[in-house]
């Protein structure tokens, strides 16, 4: 029953959740003094626009260092492409004067002085074999057209003559002449060894005419020697005048290099066909 309930109202005790309303007050003071104090404190942080810090930061001692480096670098480096520049200038200078002076030591040359006649003009080398040549290889070029034609016009006049008339070995010579080589071979076997002995002393000869020794120049020729002027003259045709001269040089080498496209020709065709030219 309600008589026997003690109902009597505790008294309320307190507690660390329970604080009194002027302490919460002092403390929250407290903390916006002790928030005042630290914001007066700090120092003031204004917003610098982006530019602005570059350009500080361009302003700044070890940047103008760097800049005058730079630029200190960027002369020396324009100066160094200029140098170079007028360099290379001058190497393509001095080397077109050399190419220009090596043209002209050619053109003065003896070999050159002959040979270039219309319509091909003085000089004409359109394969370019002395475009980068010494003079002495020029020459050496020379003798071996001057060797190479004469022997081409001997061919051509033997190839026609043989054909029709060759007393030698009873005449039996069927065929082309392209083949009597071997005719001539197959009936007296010993016949071309005299013949290609007097070949060497003859070519031996000319070596020691107008070629250098071996020991001291390999395909040398000498600076005296004439290309193709070996003092053989037994009918005493060759002329004392210079124009002259000149004027059956050129005969000799227009001939020469016509007589060695015939020889070429006049084989091939025999080859070709298997039959005599007439």
Do not use: C
Request: proline fraction near 7%; avoid cysteine.
């Amino acid at each position: 029953g309600w008589s026997s309930y003690d109902h009597k109202p505790k008294s309320k005790q307190p507690t660390e959740n329970h604080r009194s309303i002027p302490a919460f007050a002092f403390q929250m003071f407290a903390y916006l003094a002790l928030f005042a104090l630290s914001a007066t404190a700090l120092p003031s942080v204004k917003h610098v626009p982006v530019r602005t810090r570059l350009n500080r930061l361009t302003k700044s001692p070890n940047v103008r260092s760097l800049k005058i480096k730079a630029s200190e670098n960027a002369v020396e480096n324009s100066e160094l492409r200029e140098y170079q520049k007028d360099l290379e200038k001058k190497f393509v200078e001095k080397r077109i004067e050399m190419l220009e002076e090596t043209q002209e030591d050619k053109k003065a040359a003896s070999p050159v002085k002959v040979g270039g006649t219309a319509p091909m003009g003085p000089f004409w080398d359109p394969a370019g074999f002395t475009k980068e040549a010494e003079t002495n290889q020029v020459r050496r070029y020379r003798e071996a057209e001057l060797v190479h034609g004469r022997l081409a016009m001997l061919g051509t006049a033997g190839m026609l003559l043989q054909e029709k008339f060759h007393p030698l070995f009873g005449g039996n010579f069927p065929g082309p002449a392209v083949y009597h080589f071997e005719e001539i071979q197959k009936m007296a076997p010993a016949f071309w060894y005299p013949v290609l002995l007097s070949i060497a002393i003859a070519e031996l000869g000319r070596a020691r005419l107008g070629w250098t020794p071996p020991s001291e120049a390999l395909w040398g020729i000498q600076d005296e020697y004439e290309p193709g002027n070996l003092g053989f003259d037994p009918l005493g045709l060759y002329p004392s005048k210079d124009a002259d001269q000149v004027n059956m040089k050129n005969k000799e080498l227009n001939n020469g290099r016509l007589a060695m496209i015939a020889a070429a020709g006049m084989i091939a065709q025999e080859l070709a066909t298997g039959k005599k030219m007439f």
